[in-house]
């Protein structure tokens, strides 16, 4: 081939070479862009709030034993009446009271095996104070041994369970706070980046939790807990 010949196809041949890299190029360029138009940022958002229960409940179980159950039952129908007396002496009105079931069990039964040692018969009652007056349930587990004194024999105490009802009420509140907590970080995120904090793209509120106020056990077993919820939002980046 001479000169001229292969002159032209060489030229022909760049000009595609180069509408190749140049197309190339611009494909490049519009990944990054649509890149830069999907950035987003994930940020969660923590709200905490400190409540006191608002409802308690004390279930006060006692039993009795005996070889005859008449006189064992007698001995929980008296016990019964000295709980009863004692709860009125704390202060409870009667619809704060209720009686739970009556437990029955003997030891010589075929289901005990016929042969355990100790009473036959084992009763056990169990009375539930149910009452928005948290202190006074606080005050009246510290006063239980009066109740023992008088020989009424608890048994499985546990103490009182505590309970915070109004949940809805804070609710809203706290949901806001948790998103402003949220955007606050987004933003900071986004200043570091050097770009503008767009538009929310997607939010999760997480589930609200009820912990001791002071992280050291169950919170039912204390009046003073708290309210936590993290919600997860995606904020879209300009």
């Known amino acids: 081939m001479s000169d001229r010949d292969w002159l032209p196809a060489l030229i022909a041949g760049g000009t595609v070479a180069l509408g190749v890299i ?12 649509a890149n830069v138009g999907d950035r987003t940022v994930t940020v969660r958002g923590l709200a905490e709030r400190n409540v006191k229960a608002d409802l308690a409940v004390l279930p006060i179980r006692f039993t009795a034993s005996g070889e005859v159950l008449s006189e064992v039952q ?13 709860l009125a002496q704390q202060g409870y009105p009667e619809t704060a009271v209720s009686l739970g079931r009556l437990e029955v069990a003997d030891t010589q039964s075929r289901e005990y095996g016929g042969n355990q040692q100790g009473p036959r018969f084992i009763l056990a009652q169990t009375v539930v104070v149910r009452t928005g007056d948290v202190d006074r ?9 009066e109740l023992v004194r008088q020989g009424v024999v608890l048994q499985d105490f546990s103490g009182p369970t505590f309970v915070f009802t109004k949940l809805n009420e804070v609710r809203p509140a706290m949901i806001a706070e948790a998103t402003r907590a949220a955007r606050s970080g987004a933003e900071q995120f986004a200043n570091d980046a050097r770009t503008q904090l767009g538009p929310i793209k997607e939010a999760t509120q997480g589930s609200f939790e009820i912990l001791d106020r002071d992280g050291v056990g169950d919170s039912s077993q204390s009046p003073d807990q708290k309210v936590r919820v993290v919600t997860t939002v995606r904020y879209q980046l300009r």
């Open 137 to 145: 349930v606080q005050a009246t587990t510290r006063a239980l041994n």
């Open 22 to 33: 140049g197309g190339g190029f611009f494909i490049g360029q519009g990944v990054v862009n």
């Open 74 to 86: 007698a001995k929980i129908d008296a016990d019964l009446q000295t709980t009863r007396r004692f």
